[in-house]
T-cell receptor, first 114, second 116 residues
Framework: AQSVAQPEDQVNVAEGNPLTVKCTYSVSGNPYLFWYVQYPNRGLQFLLK??????LVKGSYGFEAEFNKSQTSFHLKKPSALVSDSALYFC????????????FGAGTRLFVKA | DADVTQTPRNRITKTGKRIMLECSQT?????MYWYRQDPGLGLRLIYY???????NKGEISDGYSVSRQAQAKFSLSLESAIPNQTALYFC???????????????FGAGSRLTVL
C-alpha cells in the first residue's frame, strides 16, 4: 500500500539549533513529495516539494528537505530554528490510484524553545 | 479575500442532523478536495473532484456526500451526523497545469464541526 510515515509525534529543539523533521514514504514509481505546515487555527500552507532533479530542495521560511531514494526518506530541515517555526508539519506524497491525489502523514508537532 | 473560503468556520450540531459544509475558490483550479483532520491521524481524503462532472470517493467517504455545483464550488454534506464525525474539515484545490504550482494544494482555513 502506498503511504507516508512521520515517525515522531513531536520534536523539541532550542532556538538557534538545527532542526530535522523526519518522513519516510512508500509509493510505486517516482515519488512526488511535499511538506506543508499548519499554524494554529489555520489551514495548511505549502512549504516545498520534490518532483525531480537535485535531491536538496529549498522552500519557504528557510526550510529545506533532502530526498533520499535508497532510504525512501524526505526529511525536513532548517539550519537555525526560530520560535515562530513552532507548528504542525505534514509530509505528503502524490499517489496514482484512481487518479492522482495527495495523501498525508500523521503530522509532527515542532516546539522551538527560546 | 482568501483564495479558498470555507463556511461555516465552526458548527455545533446534534446527532442525526443534516449538515452542509461549503467551499468556494478563486484560484481557477479544476481540482477540489475535501479532507478530514483528526489528532494523530493527519489528513484523510473524503472526496475529490477533478472537474465539474467528475466526483471520486476518497479513503473515508462513508457517511458523506459531495456536490460540485460549479468549477469554483464544492460542498460536503453529512446526511445524518454522528459524534465520530466530529473533526476539522478542510477544502483544498490544485491546478492541473504543469509548472512550479503543479500538484500543490491550496487549503481553506478549515471548518470545525462538533456533533453532540
Amino acid at each position: 500500500a502506498q503511504s507516508v510515515a512521520q515517525p515522531e509525534d513531536q520534536v523539541n529543539v532550542a532556538e538557534g539549533n538545527p532542526l530535522t523533521v523526519k518522513c519516510t514514504y512508500s509509493v510505486s514509481g517516482n515519488p512526488y513529495l511535499f511538506w506543508y505546515v499548519q499554524y494554529p487555527n489555520r489551514g495548511l500552507q505549502f512549504l516545498l516539494k520534490y518532483i525531480t532533479g537535485d535531491n536538496l530542495v529549498k522552500g519557504s521560511y528557510g526550510f529545506e528537505a533532502e530526498f533520499n531514494k535508497s532510504q525512501t526518506s524526505f526529511h525536513l530541515k532548517k539550519p537555525s530554528a526560530l520560535v515562530s517555526d513552532s507548528a504542525l508539519y505534514f509530509c505528503a506524497v502524490r499517489v496514482n490510484t484512481g487518479g492522482f491525489k495527495t495523501i498525508f502523514g500523521a503530522g509532527t508537532r515542532l516546539f522551538v524553545k527560546a | 479575500d482568501a483564495d479558498v473560503t470555507q463556511t461555516p468556520r465552526n458548527r455545533i450540531t446534534k446527532t442525526g442532523k443534516r449538515i452542509m459544509l461549503e467551499c468556494s475558490q478563486t484560484k481557477g483550479h479544476d481540482r477540489m478536495y475535501w479532507y478530514r483532520q483528526d489528532p494523530g491521524l493527519g489528513l484523510r481524503l473524503i472526496y475529490y473532484s477533478f472537474d465539474v462532472k467528475d466526483i471520486n470517493k476518497g479513503e473515508i467517504s462513508d457517511g458523506y456526500s459531495v456536490s460540485r455545483q460549479a468549477q469554483a464550488k464544492f460542498s460536503l454534506s453529512l446526511e445524518s451526523a454522528i459524534p465520530n464525525q466530529t473533526a476539522l474539515y478542510f477544502c483544498a484545490t490544485s491546478d492541473t497545469a504543469s509548472g512550479s504550482g503543479a500538484n500543490v494544494l491550496t487549503f481553506g482555513a478549515g471548518s470545525r464541526l462538533t456533533v453532540l
